[in-house]
């Protein structure tokens, strides 16, 4: 693959992870309005009897305490929109890499050791926080998926520096 190739590569696997990254960010923010369409969509009709019981409760249990929660104290949904925030600041890092990934690849390290932290992180504190086990699972999936891009775009980094 030539240098010119590997950039482009490279650009577009980063800017995949960043593009994830804020869409992440943006659906902390509507929290409230996305449990309830979660929790409508999953008890419809055709979907309820197809989904795993255990599914239906926890979202249910979600949508209560998100609806309580939020509603009697407001401040809580700051949280999760300091959380949007935070996606929204990783993903800024990674302009560096966009630009200049030879000599910015640590950022690219760096998310790829965060995308693994992802799940001791879920599996430690899911439990602490009450978190079924099978939701713990689709958290760390986020690290799981995340990682890949980063490691293509690391691997093809590592051919760019080596061509230069």
């Known amino acids: 693959m030539t240098a010119r190739r590997l950039l482009f590569s490279i650009r577009l696997l980063i800017l995949a992870f960043m593009v994830g990254l804020v869409a992440s960010?943006?659906?902390?923010?509507?929290?409230?309005?996305?449990?309830?369409?979660?929790?409508?969509?999953?008890?419809?009709?055709?979907?309820?009897?197809?989904?795993?019981?255990?599914?239906?409760?926890?979202?249910?249990?979600?949508?209560?305490?998100?609806t309580q929660g939020y509603g009697a104290y407001p401040f809580l949904a700051y949280g999760t929109d300091w959380l949007a925030f935070g996606h929204f600041a990783i993903a800024l890092a990674f302009i560096g890499p966009l630009r200049d990934p030879v000599r910015n690849i640590w950022v690219i390290e760096f998310g790829m050791l965060i995308c693994l932290l992802v799940i001791p992180m879920a599996l430690i504190m899911g439990p602490i926080r009450g978190i079924p086990f099978f939701w713990q699972l689709i958290d760390s999936s986020f690290g799981v998926i995340g990682v890949v891009p980063l490691w293509l775009s690391w691997r093809m980094t590592k051919q760019l520096a080596a061509t230069a």
Do not use: S
């Not at 969509?41 to 055709?46: K, M």
């Not at 309820?48 to 239906?56: H, N």
């Open 25 to 66: 960010g943006i659906t902390a923010i509507p929290l409230v309005h996305e449990v309830a369409m979660l929790k409508r969509w999953v008890h419809a009709p055709l979907l309820a009897p197809v989904v795993w019981p255990g599914l239906l409760a926890w979202i249910d249990t979600v949508h209560q305490g998100v």
